[in-house]
């Protein structure tokens, strides 16, 4: 089975621009979770969806937002690029029940200059 | 809150030493815990996990964890470190739902030759 799969793997934004970054799950699963990881936050939740519905948000600005479509893959966007944004995002899927883990994709490296 | 501590934030261990990597949560009922591995550059693998049962989980590439409710821990463990195992290590609990990962802050691991 292919793993989780992130596009692009490499950003370089400029402040104030916006930006999408893809997520594609392991087949079956229905569950995409999103992270930020950043050297002085850690790794931070952003939200979780599940059959296309958001279930769960992070304590993240609305600047944040995100979708899943039918297939299951799903996008996050960020609007109004801070350079503190700058991080890698990190998607998970999952079969979406507490009894099923996470696998992780490799990430979207974001930089916002 | 939930949350995890992991206390150390750097450890060095010598090729062929044993390992125990730290970890405590605060959670409210039984807690689903997990171990990631992240080498430089990637997503995050998962190492294994404990949602109910026997207390001593084992996991990929040697490893295990003990699970001790008494001491709100979840201590990861090898016997014998290779220097492929240079890495970061995260401690992860599932939120009420089962949506989100709250991660510690993770430990870094360097093996001395």
């Known amino acids: 089975k292919a793993g989780v799969t992130q596009t692009p793997r490499y950003l370089i934004k400029t402040r104030g621009q916006q930006v999408t970054l893809s997520c594609s799950p392991i087949s079956g699963h229905r569950s995409v979770s999103w992270y930020q990881q950043t050297p002085g936050q850690g790794l931070q939740f952003l939200f979780e969806?599940?059959?296309?519905?958001?279930?769960n948000k992070g304590n993240f600005p609305g600047r944040f937002s995100g979708r899943q479509f039918s297939n299951s893959r799903s996008e996050m966007n960020v609007s109004t690029l801070e350079l503190g944004d700058s991080a890698l995002y990190l998607c998970?899927?999952?079969?979406?029940?507490?009894?099923?883990?996470?696998?992780f994709g490799p990430g979207t490296r974001l930089t916002v200059t | 809150a939930q949350s995890v501590t992991q206390p150390d934030i750097h450890i060095t261990v010598s090729e062929g030493a044993s390992l125990e990597l730290r970890c405590n949560y605060s959670?409210?009922?039984?807690?689903?815990l997990f171990w990631y591995v992240q080498s430089p550059g990637q997503g995050l693998q998962l190492l294994l996990k404990y949602f109910s049962g026997d207390t001593l989980v084992q996991g990929i590439k040697g490893f295990e964890a003990e699970f001790k409710r008494s001491q709100s821990s979840f201590n990861l463990r090898k016997p014998s470190v290779h220097w492929s195992d240079a890495a970061e290590y995260f401690c992860?609990?599932?939120?009420?739902?089962?949506?989100?990962?709250?991660f510690g802050k993770g430990t870094t691991l360097s093996v001395s030759s």
């Open positions: 998970a899927s999952s079969l979406g029940q507490k009894d099923y883990e996470q696998y």
């Open positions: 959670y409210g009922a039984t807690p689903y």
């Open positions: 969806y599940f059959s296309e519905t958001q279930r």
């Open positions: 992860a609990v599932f939120n009420q739902a089962g949506t989100a990962l709250i």
